[in-house]
């Protein structure tokens, strides 16, 4: 088992990485919170797959559980099914000793931990991610949100889990397009800050999926460090966190234009790097070369090239009402080449011109 630490004082926690972990979770939620009671929150899509497993090892060593699921997709993550998960929560009189477990991808892990940061003023929270997303991205740093009809991730809080263990198992029954989700985000990590994974995954691409799950280790090791180290340094997302968004600021304007029913996340963001990427290296910001270099991997990866036909007045409104953004000021994520990037202050019309073709077609 490899373990990493998230240090933040009184409140680190460990994230645990190991094939087979989920059948290990009772003995370790036991371990490190004692006799308790346990609500598991998951999806109609993972629950067929782990909730029997999951409940069981909680069984056996004694836990009380109870258990909800969910329907699937970014729908859910949003006021009501908070609302649901609270009525849920009163019935089986769980008390502020008791844990929320979120066993699935990001939509029950933010929706979950929202949960948790909130009922009764905070109970434990465990995170078991399910999805390559959630076990590179969402599971790590206490990030926890639900949307609203304006935009993505508008009402959350920061609230860190206790315990995250990542069985690199369940990735083997991820269909396709949420295996695309989370290499987005992963590629992510190597274009802000680490060029020894994206030479990984540019070694390993062409080799498809089965050549990536052969190095998988190393790949969630290489971004769950590197975030759990950008989290220790800034937690609250002021400053250097936000370097974690490259990409995401016309990846949530994209998620939101189509009402979260269109790409998945981890596509919006692969193509929000290849826009602002492209952008800034026509503006003389980034190393010539670097948008063609991006390109490559992405395109190996099967990531879309294409925005969406959404009118680009669309998204510029969008934009406004980013975390990142304040009106029409806007921080946005830049790199200067593979490996090294900056936040630059801007607004809304540094992205004038964006859905022309020359940007998202190399």
Not at 27 to 45: F, N, P
Not at 315 to 328: R, Y
Request: glycine residues 10%.
């Amino acid at each position: 088992m490899q373990t990493i630490t998230v240090p933040l004082g009184e409140r680190s926690y460990p994230i645990h990485i190991e094939r087979g972990l989920l059948a290990k979770t009772g003995a370790m939620i036991r371990e490190k919170l004692g006799d308790i009671a346990v609500a598991v929150v998951s999806d109609d899509h993972v629950a067929p797959l782990y909730m029997e497993e999951v409940v069981s090892s909680m069984e056996k060593v004694g836990l009380r559980v109870c258990s909800i699921v969910l329907p699937h997709g970014e729908q859910t993550k949003c006021l009501k099914s908070l609302e649901t998960l609270y009525a849920f929560l009163c019935e089986h009189h769980l008390t502020r000793k008791d844990a929320i477990v979120a066993l699935g991808g990001g939509v029950i892990g933010d929706l979950a931990g929202l949960a948790a940061a909130t009922y009764l003023r905070g109970v434990h929270f465990v995170q078991l991610p399910t999805t390559l997303l959630a076990q590179v991205d969402s599971s790590v740093g206490g990030k926890v949100a639900v949307d609203l009809p304006q935009g993505k991730n508008l009402v959350g809080a920061f609230y860190q889990p206790e315990l995250v263990l990542v069985d690199p198992d369940s990735l083997r029954t991820l269909t396709d397009d949420f295996w695309r989700d989370g290499l987005g985000e992963v590629v992510k990590y190597g274009c802000i800050g680490d060029e020894a994974l994206f030479r990984l995954l540019e070694e390993n691409a062409g080799g498809g999926r089965i050549a990536l799950m052969g190095v998988i280790g190393e790949i969630l090791t290489h971004c769950i460090q590197y975030k759990a180290n950008i989290v220790a340094q800034d937690e609250h997302d002021t400053g250097l966190r936000m370097t974690l968004n490259f990409g995401h600021t016309i990846a949530h304007a994209v998620e939101t234009c189509q009402r979260y029913t269109g790409m998945r996340h981890g596509e919006a963001v692969a193509l929000g790097m290849r826009v602002i990427t492209a952008m800034t290296e026509e503006k003389g910001m980034t190393e010539q070369g670097t948008s063609a270099r991006l390109n490559r991997l992405l395109d190996a990866l099967g990531m879309p090239r294409q925005l969406p036909a959404i009118p680009e007045k669309d998204l510029l409104n969008a934009m406004t009402l980013d975390k990142k953004s304040a009106g029409k000021q806007l921080r946005v994520i830049t790199l200067d080449k593979i490996g090294v990037c900056r936040i630059v202050p801007t607004d809304v019309d540094f992205f004038q011109g964006m859905t022309t073709q020359k940007f998202v077609q190399n």
